[in-house]
Every structure is written in structure tokens, then in C-alpha cells.
């Protein structure tokens, strides 16, 4: 009777282990040195830290997943919490100033769509300067300065609590990451977007619009920026510039360590969901463990480094196959 040996290539086949394994190690560490980390309000801390990043991270697995990416993410909720802040100070109903912050996030996404799938420019490139204008138009706009005086019923939106400690941003998630399973697993433009990702051009010859197809999913990332931008500024009762500062990268990095290919053709929310919940983990066990948070740049530079490896390895695994 033989008896198969788990390679490192079966691992790498689970995609989800690059984020579920240094999880349960960091958790494991960071209980030992601390046991306050399992506090419940600790505990329930980083559920909310992880809501925030994964109303962002779902929508880019799906560009990922289709070959594409973004860098305008963090920019993009900065400006739709401004748009929609400044919109209901002014005393447009809340409703409307939420719609026309959705509108500039998928005003950002389709001019991304057009610079990257028309023009042809590259991704990264074409993403980063989109994001330059738009934390211009930001500082433009409001002078520099915080947007504060939102009504109560903004500040609801993500300040609400169910059950005692869980904040209603965590249902958010939730929702969204099983309606995202649900798209990337079980429905018909789930399997289009990663035969995309796979080979653009057979996905083409085989009647999928490519250019639609991305289109549709730089606009879904640029709606679902500018609603976190929204959250933000519920979050923190006013609209800052700062909102979703520094998170293109870090959500990037979160999408590839849980098993999303930088390149395209393979992407999990689930691994999504769970690298969200890493870098959430290793933001506040610096601060439970006493680590100075100067570390943490340090931190995420090398988990990104750790991410791409693992995209390469798992890359170069599926190639051997």
C-alpha cells in the first residue's frame, strides 16, 4: 500500500494556506506573549479592522482574478467619502450624496478601464496616475482639510452595533463576501472572468467580451472604494483625506498571500477574506505585544515580499502540473 507524501506543490494547490498558516501562527504568538489578544473587545477589534479591507478586497479578487489590477483604491475612497460628505453638509439628502459618491468611484473606475483596456497602457502604471489625480482632486477640493458636521444618520451607517460589540460593518462584509463566492463559484460570470484572467485572448475567440468584462469590473472596484470611502467617514464622523490611506497595497498583497494570482486565472474570496484578516491580526498584535508600530511598514513591505513569492512558487507549481 503506497502512501502519497504532501508536497510543497500540493500545498501550494491550497491556495488559501498562504494566508490560513502565518494566521494561525501570528494568533498563536501574539496569545502567548499577550493574552490579552484574545480579549473578546480585541478580538471583535480586528473583526472590524478586517470588514473595512475586505469590502475593498472582494471586488479586486475578481479584477485580479481577470488579469487586471488597481491602484487607485485607497485614492478613490478618500474622494467618495469627501464627494459624499460634502454633498450631505451641504443639505442634499443623505441617499443622494451616497449615490453621487458611488458615481465619482465608478467615474475613477471606468476612466481606469479606458487607460488600461483601450488605450492599452499598463495596468500598474495607468492605476497609479489615476490615483495621483484623484488625491489631487481630493486636496483640491477641500483645501486640505477634514469635512466634519455629518448628521447622525450618516454616522449610523457604519457606527451602528449589533449584539453588544459587533459593529454592523462586519454584516457588510459578511454579505458581500458570500455574495462574492457565490459569483466566483456558482455563477456563469465568475467562470468568464477567470478564463479571462487565464488567456484573454482564447476568452476572446470563444465570444467572451474581454474589454466588457473588465470594464464592468474596474467600475465594481471604484463603486465599492468610494462606499468604504463612505464607511470611513461614518466611522471617524467626518471626511479626511487620510481615509484608506496606504491601503492599495496592503489589500493587494492581502488578495495575492490568500491565493489570487497576480497575473490572472485563479482567485478565492475565501483566501481574500482570510489575508484581510492577517493584516489585521499583525497591525494590532504590534501594538498587544508592545512592538513599536514604526514596524509596521516594515512588516507589510515584507509580508508583500512573502505574498509575491508564494504567487511565484504557486504559479510555477500550477505550470509543472
Not at 451616497?98 to 479606458?114: E, F, K, Q, S
Not at 482567485?267 to 504590534?286: Q, R, Y
Not at 511598514?297 to 504559479?315: H, M, S, W
Request: hydrophobic share 55%; aromatic share 6%.
Amino acid at each position: 500500500m503506497k502512501h502519497s507524501k504532501l508536497s510543497l506543490g500540493d500545498m501550494m494547490k491550497v491556495k488559501e494556506l498562504g494566508a490560513l498558516l502565518p494566521l494561525i501562527i501570528l494568533v498563536i504568538v501574539a496569545s502567548a506573549v499577550n493574552p490579552a489578544f484574545l480579549n473578546s473587545n480585541n478580538l471583535f477589534d480586528i473583526l472590524k479592522t478586517t470588514s473595512y479591507t475586505t469590502i475593498l478586497a472582494v471586488p479586486l479578487t475578481m479584477l485580479m482574478a481577470s488579469g487586471r489590477m488597481d491602484m487607485s483604491i485607497a485614492a478613490t475612497t478618500a474622494l467618495g467619502g469627501i464627494i459624499t460628505a460634502m454633498a450631505e453638509t451641504s443639505g442634499i439628502p443623505l441617499s443622494i450624496s451616497i449615490l453621487l459618491g458611488i458615481l465619482v468611484g465608478a467615474a475613477v473606475g471606468t476612466c481606469n478601464a479606458i487607460l488600461v483596456d483601450y488605450f492599452k497602457l499598463p495596468g500598474f502604471i495607468a492605476t497609479l496616475a489615476v490615483s495621483n489625480i484623484v488625491e489631487g482632486i481630493s486636496s483640491v477640493i477641500t483645501n486640505n482639510n477634514p469635512i466634519p458636521g455629518i448628521s447622525g444618520a450618516f454616522k449610523a451607517i457604519a457606527q451602528t452595533r449589533l449584539a453588544g460589540q459587533i459593529t454592523i460593518t462586519v454584516i457588510y462584509a459578511l454579505i458581500l463576501a458570500v455574495i462574492g463566492f457565490i459569483v466566483m463559484n456558482r455563477m456563469k460570470i465568475g467562470r468568464m472572468l477567470l478564463a479571462v484572467g487565464g488567456n484573454a485572448e482564447a476568452a476572446n475567440l470563444a465570444g467572451i467580451n474581454v474589454k466588457k468584462i473588465h470594464t464592468g469590473l474596474f467600475i465594481l472596484v471604484g463603486i465599492f472604494a468610494s462606499l468604504s470611502g463612505v464607511l470611513y467617514c461614518s466611522r471617524f464622523s467626518s471626511a479626511q483625506l487620510t481615509a484608506g490611506a496606504g491601503t492599495s497595497l496592503t489589500i493587494m498583497s492581502s488578495v495575492i498571500i490568500g491565493g489570487t494570482a497576480m497575473r490572472g486565472g485563479s482567485g478565492t474570496i475565501a483566501g481574500s477574506v482570510l489575508g484581510c484578516m492577517l493584516f489585521a491580526v499583525i497591525t494590532n498584535a504590534l501594538v498587544v505585544m508592545g512592538i513599536s508600530t514604526n514596524w509596521q511598514n516594515v512588516v507589510y513591505g515584507l509580508i508583500l515580499v512573502i505574498a509575491l513569492l508564494i504567487d511565484y512558487f504557486r504559479q510555477k507549481s500550477a505550470r509543472r502540473a
